[in-house]
């Protein structure tokens, strides 16, 4: 018989759960943002939708059993959270609700099982970053996210004509105007990348930065803080509104999902020289167990063909056994790191090689 080693001590499985028949019921539940009848309205009609997909489904005995362990569960809902989500899963032996901090749309789901990380890679990628916009004569910076756009006030002045009166005396001797200019340019481009640094400390997001072609050139040039530029954008926007500007950026951005990718792995090289991050499921597992887990990050097909698992101290099952249990395991992984606040990245198969396919960037 094909075996597989798997360490001791791993997660429990909830095979209880997972067996057939499943109802699954996803659904937007956001209490802090919508009027509570509202709600309850909503979600006695998610109920009488489900159940009629249970009827069709199920033998009466079965429906019954689960309609009323799901009805259950729904009038118990935790209506104080500030979560965006709920995911319930019933089957006649086990249930489960999930709070998610993630956006969903209406799902309702019978089948022979139903996990987690499924959901989430179904999930949209949330979009953020800063904007410094920059022109000859002022700059300011914005901060993005999704399809809004809001300015953020610097700690320094955004006009260059601030800095026309604080060259050093030794200018004054330059006959030559374009060297006085440049030294100004300098001064005011040393004066940008320190209100950037500033933001960017703060935020820890990557930057776009747009402009003229000349201007963008120098402040490349300068800047201290090259590791968190996602891309550089040759536009004259001086004549653009905020909305404006948001479109421009909409349209020119290279690659979305690379800008989140872009953002993950700069957070994880981070974390990493910080030591905080851990690598492979086993220490992937022991960290989430321990509520430490901040950011989990999955490659999307990591434990579902029989992926090699790190060995420890080993036990011997049958391999197609140990396929379902290292799956488990990483669904309960994942759902400890939600339950603890913690976020859920899933990325393509191979950007984690160096972490063994599964990374936990860690609280601090």
Request: hydrophobic residues 40%; contains cysteine.
């Amino acid at each position: 018989m094909e075996t597989l080693q798997l360490p001791k001590g791993s997660l429990s499985i909830s095979e209880t759960l997972r067996k057939a028949p499943v109802v699954s019921l996803i659904v937007p539940f956001e209490p802090k943002m919508t009027d509570h009848q509202s709600l309850q309205t909503y979600l006695a009609q998610c109920l009488v939708r489900a159940h009629e997909l249970l009827k069709t489904k199920c033998s009466n005995s079965t429906c019954k059993i689960l309609f009323h362990k799901l009805k259950n569960l729904v009038a118990g809902l935790d209506f104080h959270t500030h979560k965006k989500s709920i995911a319930i899963m019933v089957s006649r032996a086990a249930q489960k609700i999930l709070y998610l901090d993630i956006s969903v749309e209406e799902r309702i789901l019978i089948g022979d099982a139903f996990f987690v990380r499924e959901l989430l890679e179904t999930k949209g990628r949330h979009i953020e970053y800063l904007v410094l916009r920059l022109n000859a004569r002022d700059f300011q910076i914005y901060v993005v996210k999704s399809n809004t756009i809001r300015k953020i006030v610097a700690d320094a002045p955004h006009s260059a004509y601030a800095y026309v009166n604080d060259i050093s005396e030794k200018i004054g001797n330059f006959t030559d105007t374009s060297s006085r200019r440049e030294i100004l340019m300098d001064k005011f481009i040393h004066h940008i990348d320190n209100s950037l640094g500033i933001i960017v400390n703060a935020y820890r997001l990557p930057v776009v930065v747009i402009g003229p072609e000349r201007m963008v050139g120098h402040f490349a040039s300068l800047t201290k803080y090259q590791r968190f530029i996602f891309q550089y954008i040759h536009y004259n926007t001086s004549r653009l509104s905020d909305n404006e500007l948001l479109f421009q950026l909409t349209t020119s951005l290279k690659d979305s999902e690379a800008l989140v990718n872009f953002n993950l792995f700069s957070q994880l090289d981070e974390a990493k020289d910080k030591q905080l991050v851990a690598a492979g499921i086993e220490e992937v597992t022991e960290s989430a167990l321990a509520r430490r887990g901040r950011i989990l990050v999955i490659e999307k097909e990591f434990g579902k063909k029989g992926n090699s698992v790190e060995t420890k101290d080993q036990v011997s099952i049958p391999f197609a056994q140990s396929l379902s249990r290292e799956r488990e395991q990483i669904d309960n992984v994942i759902e400890a790191v939600l339950a603890n606040g913690g976020q859920v990245e899933i990325v393509d198969n191979n950007a984690l090689t160096k972490y063994k396919h599964i990374a936990l960037i860690k609280y601090y």
